[in-house]
């Protein structure tokens, strides 16, 4: 990860463990990258979302997960 980033391994481990918390943003980035993740922005709601939204978007998630099937074994 820290060659892959460039950065030291000390550095890595102390951003892992929650001992270094100015690492660079785009530090973060490539680390995030490296193990296969993204990153996305969103415009921030006007408000907190209601109850009936929060309920919506998990009935959404719920039915693309029904979708999907059930979870295949990794190996």
């Known amino acids: 990860m820290a060659v892959a980033i ?5 550095r ?8 270094n918390p100015d690492m660079a943003f785009s530090a ?4 995030m990258n490296v193990v296969g993740l ?3 922005m969103a ?4 408000h907190p979302p209601t109850l ?3 309920l ?5 998630e ?7 099937g059930p979870p295949r074994p990794r190996w």
Do not use: C, K, W, Y
Not at 6 to 10: A, D, F, I
Not at 12 to 19: L, S, T, Y
Not at 62 to 68: F, I, S
């Open 6 to 10: 460039g950065s030291s391994r000390t």
């Open 12 to 19: 890595v481990v102390a951003f892992e463990n929650g001992r």
């Open 28 to 31: 973060v980035l490539r680390m």
């Open 38 to 40: 993204d990153f996305a």
């Open 43 to 46: 415009r921030a709601r006007e």
């Open 52 to 54: 009936d939204e929060l």
């Open 56 to 60: 919506r978007e998990q009935a959404e």
């Open 62 to 68: 719920d039915e693309r997960n029904a979708r999907r």
